[in-house]
């Protein structure tokens, strides 16, 4: 079965310090993967889709598809960083987003 | 502004007595699914549709009921709501486009609490 493992459950790091969050999926075809973000008591957001090789917000994700791996990662974390953070994958040709557990990412001051 | 419009915000209800949730989206998107996030169980599919009356069952749809009469507009109704159905409901909507999924877009959400 296709499945996103997001290992830790939270993850804490102080502000300047560089930051990874980790996702794990298994799935045999050509995934789509996304990092979506939730600030607290807000929607989720698309933060980043690997398809488009983007940068958000100083966010950055590579997709490995050797380890099945496709960690965000920033290199000086800010606090408004803080929030939920999900890895999702869609299957190819497919319209159902499998989400992992979530991390949540505290920065502290 | 493109957007995915869910109501209500809040509701509080109690058990058994029948309850429609409204999502309505602005972007013409084919696909539109609704979501329940619980604690400790992460986000989980409840139904999704593919285009006007094309629907299908996620992951844990029972209990649930949905329909896709107009493209913008995708309703979930719970007949006879149970305290296990307590929960934070998110309704999203995406199209594939350029040859890759474009990613939902969330709802704002809906707080739901059966009594």
């Known amino acids: 079965a296709q499945r996103v493992t997001q290992p830790e459950k939270l993850l804490s790091v102080f502000k300047g310090a560089p930051v990874e969050l980790k996702c794990n999926y298994s799935y045999s075809g050509s995934p789509e993967l996304f990092w979506y973000v939730q600030y607290s008591r807000q929607r989720l957001q698309l933060l980043l889709r690997h398809i488009s090789r983007e940068s958000i917000k100083g966010f950055t994700a590579d997709l490995n598809k050797g380890e099945t791996s496709f960690h965000l990662k920033k290199p000086f974390a800010q606090e408004e960083d803080s929030a939920m953070y999900y890895c999702?994958?869609?299957?190819?040709?497919?319209?159902?987003?499998?989400f992992g557990s979530g991390t949540r990412l505290l920065v502290r001051p | 502004e493109a957007q995915v419009t869910q109501n209500p915000r809040y509701l509080i209800t109690v058990t058994g007595k029948k309850l429609t949730v409204t999502c309505s989206q602005n972007?013409?998107?084919?696909?539109m699914s609704w979501y329940r996030q619980d604690p400790g169980l992460g986000l989980r599919q409840i139904y999704y549709?593919?285009?006007?009356?094309v629907t299908d069952k996620g992951d844990v749809p029972e209990g649930y009921k949905v329909s896709r009469k107009e493209k913008r507009n995708f309703p979930l109704i719970l007949e006879s709501p149970s305290p296990n159905q307590t929960s934070l409901y998110f309704c999203?909507?995406?199209?594939w486009g350029e040859g890759y999924f474009y990613g939902y877009t969330f709802g704002s959400g809906t707080r739901l609490t059966v009594v």
């Open positions: 999702a994958l869609i299957m190819d040709s497919s319209y159902k987003l499998i």
């Open positions: 549709s593919m285009n006007v009356e």
């Open positions: 972007m013409n998107h084919e696909y």
């Open positions: 999203a909507s995406s199209r």
